[in-house]
């Protein structure tokens, strides 16, 4: 499986017993690690009121890691759109590809990434979600924002975005469901489906892109990453174990009770409840957890469903030494080697 390319989405989490701070330092060893070991891309993840995950801020997050890394692609996976001014994401983004030419991503999705009180906080308006059937301006206008060029007819087109205009980070939809796997398709965007989360989503969102794709100058044909969630150990009991407090991280998050993340043995105890374990069940059907053959056959059946170009692997785990353990399984399972990630652009 050497063909395919591996990535990374780090969410920053927060174990019980640890800080903010030294999540943040795991994310910067964690970067330095993937690029070592071949992987692509790391991408970190907008959430905001959630103790457990650190990475509120992309954009900052995105500059510390660039500046502790040397070719490895940084970007959001996602900045959500309707929390913010198109404006003030090109500004962000496009000082970071003037800082980095050439490295930075800018995912970006539809969803508030939060709560809705504090969806009301961030963007100041009283109806959190007035702003998402909005996206499609909202993308474009960023979009002419970056490339110094909004159409006339915009009441903002003498705004310039500075830096802009040849500082244009490489842009991805992001989805868990079909809207924006057809807008991606329509615009000829590359596309990242979240599986992790969104499992039964994951063929016809996949299937819709490619129908609506149309080449454009950014791609000239589609081209898809999923988001999955793994987990990998020296056999598949340890891995089950390492992957406990995911699973009760997010549980608790469904109920409304979002936390740090919990030890294993908390986990354990935990997913013995009939509701828990039911529930841990499901959500063990959309991730690959076990050891390097268990986790390589895992593989090999979702890019056989999927025929996806990429996939961006999230493994969340108590111990950042097992997590790191966890990444390096995972890269010999795919003989892993380091590649260009971009996607194909089109033909002149």
Do not use: C
């Not at 399972?333 to 971009?342: G, H, Q, T």
């Amino acid at each position: 499986m050497s063909d395919v390319a591996l990535s990374v989405l780090d969410l920053a989490p927060v174990p019980e017993g640890s800080t903010p701070a030294q999540a943040l330092g795991h994310a910067v060893d964690l970067a330095r690690h993937a690029e070592a070991l071949g992987y692509g891309r790391v991408w970190v993840a907008e959430h905001h009121n959630m103790s457990g995950i650190a990475s509120s801020s992309p954009p900052v997050l995105i500059a510390h890691l660039a500046a502790h890394t040397e070719r490895i692609r940084l970007g959001s996976g996602g900045v959500m759109l309707p929390n913010h001014a198109p404006l003030v994401v090109a500004e962000q983004f496009g000082m970071l590809e003037a800082l980095h030419p050439g490295r930075i991503d800018l995912g970006l999705g539809r969803a508030p990434g939060t709560d809705a009180l504090t969806a009301s906080a961030l963007r100041r308006s009283t109806d959190p979600f007035s702003n998402e059937d909005d996206f499609p301006a909202q993308l474009a206008q960023l979009r002419g924002f970056l490339r110094g060029e909004l159409p006339r007819e915009d009441p903002l087109h003498r705004i310039r975005a500075v830096p802009n205009n040849g500082y244009e980070p490489a842009i991805w939809l992001l989805g868990s469901s079909g809207y924006s796997a057809q807008l991606a398709g329509e615009l000829g965007l590359p596309f990242s489906f979240a599986h992790h989360f969104s499992a039964g989503n994951t063929v016809p969102a996949v299937e819709l892109y490619r129908a609506s794709f149309k080449p454009s100058e950014v791609l000239q044909r589609p081209y898809v990453m999923l988001g999955t969630a793994m987990v990998a150990a020296d056999d598949d009991a340890e891995a089950e174990f390492l992957n406990g407090p995911n699973v009760l991280q997010f549980l608790r998050l469904r109920q409304g009770r979002p936390g740090l993340l919990p030890t294993p043995q908390e986990a354990e105890r935990a997913l013995k409840d009939p509701g828990a374990r039911q529930f841990a069940d499901q959500r063990r059907a959309s991730q690959i957890v076990g050891g390097p053959g268990t986790v390589r056959r895992g593989i090999e059946e979702l890019l056989a469903r999927t025929n996806a170009d990429e996939l961006m692997v999230t493994s969340v785990v108590h111990d950042h030494a097992a997590r790191r353990r966890s990444f390096e399984l995972i890269a010999d399972a795919v003989d892993l080697a380091p590649r260009e990630v971009r996607p194909a652009v089109a033909a002149d």
